[in-house]
C-alpha cells in the first residue's frame, strides 16, 4: 500500500478538517449536557455529544474553520453535519459494512495513520508558553516592537540638477511646493504635490534618509542625486518620533509566534527520535533532480528517496505533492535549505506512521478514543464509497455539456513540436544534416546536444499557441511542413533545429479531445447532488429531529 493510499483511507469528507498544529482557542457552548440536539429513532446527540465533537474538532481545526464555526449559524451547521453523519453511520450498520473485508483492510491502515497522528499531536499539544517567556522575550528584544521615527516625504524627482536647482529656487521665491511639482516634477506623485506618505529614514534611499533626519520642519533639501541618475528636492512636513509599544499590545502576537516555534522544536524533536529508533535512511542526492522545473522521468520516478522500517520510497511517491508546487517556480521553491523543507514534510508522515504502526498495542492504551474514532470514520467512508460508485456520468451527458458550453471550449490556433537548441551555428547545421537523413534519431540526439531542459524529454516543447514562443521561432512553427526537419532558426537563446508535429487552427475543439474533462469537471458536481439527496432520504428513513434552537 502506497503512503498515498495510506493518507486516502485515513480520511472522509466530513472529517478532513485537521492540520497539524492546534488552534487553541474556540468559541464555548452553553446548556446543560442532557439536552437533546437531534434525534434519530431511538438515538440522541445530546450537549454532551456536540460538545465533545466540538471541541476535538476546534483544537485542531484550521483558523478559517474555527472562525466559521464559532459563530451560532457555524454551530448550527457542524450540529447539522452531526447529524449528516449519524445517519450515514447507522446506514452503514444496517448494512453491516463493518463485517466486511474491505472495513477490515480500511481500518488496519486507518487506525495506524490516527495513531500516527494522534502521537504527533499530543507532543505539540503539552507545548505551552507563559506569561513570563513573553515578557523576557519582550524585554529583551524590544527593538522588535519599537515603531520607528517616521517623515511624512514630499519629493521632486527632475531630470538633472539644473532642473532641481530651478524647481528649488521657485519654491523659496514663493511658489507653493504643490505648484512646483506638476509643473517640474517627473516623478509618478507630481499630481499629489510629492506626497510620498510617511516614510522610515532606513527604508529610502541613504542620502535622502540622512537628509530629512538633519532638515528642519518644511526645510527644502539639496538636491540629492538618485540611483537612475536623476536628482531630487525633499522635504517633510511632520515627523512622528519612535514609540515602543506597550506589552499588553504585542503580547498575544508575542506568544502566538513563541508557542510556533516551540511547536517546531518539539515536532523536530519527535521526528528525530522516531529517525533514531527506525531503520531509517534519507538520500539527498537522488532528490536533487527535484530541483529543475521539468517534470520527472520515469527512470527518475524509480529512484528511492527514503527507506524506512524496510520499504522503500521512490520519487514516484511524492509526485503528487510536487504537483502542488507550479512548475515555474520550482526552482525557487526548492532551492536551499527548501529542498529539505520539502523533504521533511514528506518523510515525517512517513516516519509517524513507521513508529504507529511498530508501537500500535502501546499507542492504544495511550489513545484509548482513536479506536472509535477510526471505526466511525471508516463506516462512514464505506458508505459514502459506496454510494458514489452508484454516480456515473453518461456520453449523453458529456454531449449536452459540450453543446450548451461551446465558448468553453473556443482556443486558439496552437502547434507542437520538438527542438534541439545549441550554441554554435555549425552545430546547428551538421544537426539538421543529420536528422533529414535519419529523423528516428531527433529524440536522441535532442538528449544528447539540446541546451534546454526539453532536451530531456527528446525535445518535446508540447502544445503551445501562437506567439507564446519568441518570434522567430513562432514564425517557423507556422509554416514549417509537418514532420519535416527545419533549421537553424537563431533567436536570442541560440540556435533552434526544429520538428513542428501538429498544427491545430482556432476554432471549438472536438469534442473527443474534451470529453474525459468534461466528465473529470461534471462527476464531482453529480457526486455532490447525489450525497445530498441521498442523506436527505436517509434524515428521512430514520426520521430526524432536529432542535438547533437548544444550542
Avoid: W
Avoid at 516555534?261 to 535512511?281: D, H, P
Amino acid at each position: 500500500m502506497t503512503l498515498i493510499n495510506q493518507r486516502k483511507c485515513a480520511f472522509i469528507v466530513f472529517l478532513a478538517f485537521f492540520m497539524l498544529l492546534p488552534f487553541s482557542s474556540f468559541a464555548k457552548v452553553s446548556g446543560s449536557p442532557g439536552d437533546v440536539l437531534a434525534e434519530l429513532g431511538s438515538s440522541k446527540i445530546t450537549r454532551a455529544d456536540f460538545d465533545r465533537e466540538y471541541k476535538n474538532f476546534m483544537k485542531m481545526a484550521n483558523p478559517q474553520a474555527v472562525e466559521h464555526f464559532s459563530s451560532p449559524e457555524g454551530q448550527k451547521a457542524f450540529l447539522g453535519q452531526l447529524i449528516e453523519l449519524a445517519v450515514l453511520m447507522q446506514k452503514g450498520e444496517d448494512l453491516k459494512l463493518s463485517a466486511t473485508e474491505e472495513y477490515a483492510k480500511l481500518y488496519e491502515e486507518a487506525i495506524i495513520d490516527q495513531l500516527a497522528g494522534e502521537k504527533l499531536q499530543d507532543v505539540i499539544n503539552d507545548v505551552k508558553v507563559e506569561e513570563s517567556e513573553a515578557k523576557k522575550f519582550y524585554e529583551e528584544n524590544k527593538a522588535f516592537f519599537t515603531e520607528p521615527e517616521s517623515y511624512h516625504l514630499y519629493q521632486i524627482t527632475a531630470n538633472s540638477i539644473e532642473n532641481a536647482e530651478k524647481a528649488k529656487k521657485r519654491i523659496e521665491g514663493g511658489e507653493s511646493f504643490l505648484k512646483v511639482s506638476k509643473e517640474e516634477s517627473i516623478d509618478d506623485s507630481k499630481d499629489n504635490g510629492g506626497d510620498k506618505g510617511f516614510v522610515v529614514a532606513e527604508d529610502v534611499l541613504s542620502e535622502i534618509g540622512e537628509q530629512l533626519q538633519k532638515l528642519k520642519k518644511d526645510e527644502l533639501s539639496r538636491p540629492i542625486k538618485l540611483d537612475d541618475n536623476n536628482f531630487a528636492i525633499v522635504k517633510y512636513t511632520e515627523n512622528k518620533p519612535s514609540v515602543l509599544k506597550e506589552f499588553g499590545v504585542v503580547a498575544i502576537q508575542i506568544k502566538r509566534d513563541l508557542l510556533r516555534k516551540k511547536q517546531e522544536v518539539a515536532f523536530e524533536s519527535i521526528i528525530e527520535k522516531m529517525k533514531n529508533e527506525l531503520a531509517f535512511e534519507l538520500f539527498l542526492k537522488e532528490a536533487e533532480v527535484l530541483r529543475r522545473g521539468t517534470p520527472l522521468t520515469e527512470e527518475e520516478k524509480k529512484l528511492v528517496i527514503v527507506k524506512c522500517e524496510g520499504k522503500e520510497y521512490a520519487l514516484a511517491e511524492i509526485e503528487e505533492e510536487l504537483q502542488q508546487i507550479p512548475v515555474f517556480i520550482r526552482p525557487q521553491i526548492l532551492a536551499g535549505e527548501g529542498l529539505a523543507t520539502f523533504l521533511k514534510q514528506f518523510y515525517s508522515r512517513i516516519l509517524a506512521f513507521a513508529y504507529a504502526k511498530k508501537h500500535t498495542a502501546k499507542l492504544m492504551e495511550e489513545f484509548p478514543k482513536a479506536k472509535s474514532d477510526v471505526e466511525r470514520k471508516v463506516l462512514v467512508k464505506l458508505v459514502y464509497d459506496k454510494k458514489m460508485a452508484e454516480v456515473a456520468i453518461t456520453d449523453a451527458d458529456v454531449e449536452k455539456f459540450y453543446n450548451e458550453n461551446q465558448d468553453m471550449f473556443k482556443q486558439g490556433a496552437s502547434m507542437k513540436a520538438h527542438h534541439i537548441l545549441v550554441a554554435d551555428e555549425a552545430k546547428a547545421k551538421e544537426l539538421v544534416e543529420t536528422l533529414s537523413k535519419e529523423p528516428a534519431k531527433f529524440e536522441e540526439f535532442a538528449k544528447s546536444d539540446s541546451s534546454c531542459p526539453s532536451g530531456q524529454h527528446g525535445g518535446d516543447l508540447g502544445t503551445f499557441g501562437e506567439g507564446q514562443m519568441v518570434a522567430e521561432f513562432d514564425a517557423v512553427c507556422k509554416t514549417a511542413e509537418i514532420g519535416k526537419i527545419v533549421g537553424p532558426v537563431k533567436t536570442q537563446f541560440g540556435y533552434h533545429v526544429i520538428r513542428v508535429d501538429e498544427r491545430t487552427p482556432a476554432g471549438v475543439l472536438a469534442l473527443n479531445k474534451v470529453k474525459d474533462s468534461i466528465r473529470e469537471q461534471l462527476l464531482p458536481e453529480r457526486q455532490r447532488e447525489v450525497f445530498q439527496t441521498y442523506v436527505t432520504g436517509l434524515q428521512e428513513e430514520y426520521k430526524v429531529k432536529s432542535y438547533p434552537e437548544n444550542l
